[in-house]
């Protein structure tokens, strides 16, 4: 067991940390290039991924779950499901390029001006590339495989953020610098896992489906694209309605950086169930009491210990914002990202409520848990905007999100489910508790001395060290 720990442990940083080299590298390069950048660079670049990340849901099709069910299901056969997957989502990148060339003509040619030609060519090539991620992933964390993943993605994120600083800093090209190592990540992630991917393992895309497989596909995948266009509106939306209510450029990049630290936040949550993945999918698969009983430590200490952690990312903000800035304009959006980060906090009880969900194939059962939130979200921001600007936004995602953690409560059967490991309607409503009361502790607390905040910091520790010691009690 302390082997099967420990292997737990280093996989879960070895996913946090090594694959997101290319973030953390960005973050220290930032004191080098943001000098070079104006208010207006983040809003255009801001806006930018907003659309780019829609269009990634029409790529994805839902496929992530047709790939990780087909591992468990057709152990034998799996490979020839992932490349017939594969070959669909590289012809629905082709399908999005040519929707992204004619949104971007329509709303941001006067912003991109004589960029845009370039723009287009780069993200269409980060299009057509961008579907083996989906691959790499599923591949390496259900074979329980993170150090290969890692270092990959580390010495690619690495490359990509020498180039980027070099864009920016020396060729003072601006926004296009980011825009520039899009494309650059994709074609060093197809290099860098070719052969292991295409010539050892054998997956690549087909391009020949059978009828059956592509009614298969589409009745998993469609029902999810409500979820993941739902996601999206979570994660972005809220700077394109800045832009349709004619918030300034500069506003929309004052509020897209302190946004965009702020979910990094995701970099903890995602990093951590790629690393519980197989073992949570084959706990939730079995009724023997070893698997039932991981499976309530799961659900009670993932999401608390996350929360935590993000709780001193918070409290942290202002400090790292002082260290990572030279415009005292940006400095000053770390509050943005205190509310982002802690909006974060609810994205693990979520990620439980869909497992159970996705391994019995119910993908539109996982979309209205998002297609709520969503609609808060846009109903909220298009109702709040114009009266408090985007200090509305803020306070909509927050409320969208925990919507977005607990709507999987809705859902009699999966809380009946669930309710077999612990009552997990009281489990909700005490860590609604804690998320609220961290971020208070935290926003109070934004502007404290070192001392205190060292303090707040120990104790947390102390509480974390506290509940994985006395997990065997749970």
Same mark, same amino acid.
């Given at each position: ?24 590298? $960005? ?140 864009? @920016? ?63 999206? @509106? ?17 506003? @929309? ?113 996982? $979309? ?60 909700c409503f005490a860590m609604l508790i804690l998320n609220v009361v961290l971020l208070l502790i935290a926003y109070l ?14 104790s947390t520790l102390a509480v974390a060290f506290f509940i994985v010691k006395h997990a065997k009690y749970l």
């Open positions: 067991m302390n082997n099967s720990h420990n292997k737990l442990l280093v996989d879960t940083l070895v996913y946090i940390i090594l694959p997101k080299m290319s973030f953390i590298a $960005s973050l220290l390069i930032l004191p080098w290039i943001s000098p070079f950048l104006t208010l207006n660079d983040y809003g255009i670049y801001g806006l930018l991924i907003s659309y780019i990340s829609v269009f990634q849901v029409l790529i994805g099709l839902g496929q992530v779950i047709l790939l990780q069910n087909s591992f468990f299901s057709m152990a034998r056969n799996y490979k020839l499901v992932w490349r017939r997957s594969f070959g669909l989502m590289m012809l629905f990148s082709l399908i999005s390029i040519l929707f992204f060339i004619i949104i971007v003509k329509c709303t941001l040619a006067d912003r991109l001006s004589d960029n845009i030609e370039i723009v287009i060519v780069l993200i269409s090539i980060y299009f057509i590339l961008s579907p083996i991620d989906s691959i790499i992933i599923n591949f390496y964390s259900l074979r329980e495989q993170s150090i290969p993943y890692a270092i990959g993605m580390g010495i690619i994120g690495l490359t990509t953020t020498i180039i980027t600083l070099v864009t @920016i800093r020396y060729f003072r090209l601006g926004y296009m610098g980011w825009v520039f190592s899009l494309p650059l990540t994709a074609i060093l992630t197809h290099l860098y896992f070719f052969k292991r991917i295409y010539l050892v393992e054998k997956i690549y895309p087909q391009f020949k489906f059978k009828n059956r497989f592509l009614v298969q596909s589409l009745k998993i995948g469609l029902p999810l694209s409500p979820h993941q266009i739902s996601l999206y @509106i979570l994660g972005v939306s809220d700077r394109l309605l800045l832009e349709y209510f004619r918030i300034p450029t500069t506003i @929309i990049g004052f509020y897209s950086q302190g946004y965009s630290i702020g979910s990094q936040g995701s970099i903890l949550v995602n990093g951590v169930f790629q690393a519980f993945a197989k073992k949570i999918q084959n706990g939730f698969r079995g009724d023997d009491y070893h698997k039932l009983l991981f499976i309530r430590k799961s659900i009670i200490i993932i999401p608390i210990l996350i929360s935590l952690i993000l709780f001193l990312g918070s409290l942290w903000c202002r400090e790292a914002f002082l260290i990572l800035f030279k415009n005292p304009e940006l400095q000053k959006s770390y509050p943005i990202s205190i509310v982002v980060l802690s909006s974060y906090m609810f994205w693990s009880v979520y990620s439980f409520f869909t497992y159970p969900l996705s391994i019995k194939n119910k993908s539109f059962s996982i $979309s209205k848990i998002t297609i709520l939130a969503a609609t808060i979200n846009i109903i909220g921001n298009i109702i709040l905007i114009p009266f408090y600007g985007y200090w509305a936004s803020l306070g909509v995602t927050y409320f969208s999100y925990i919507v977005f953690g607990f709507a999987g409560l809705l859902n009699n059967e999966n809380r009946r489910f669930l309710n077999k490991y612990l009552n997990i309607t009281k489990f607390f934004k502007d404290a001395s070192i001392i205190i905040k060292t303090v707040l910091t120990l």
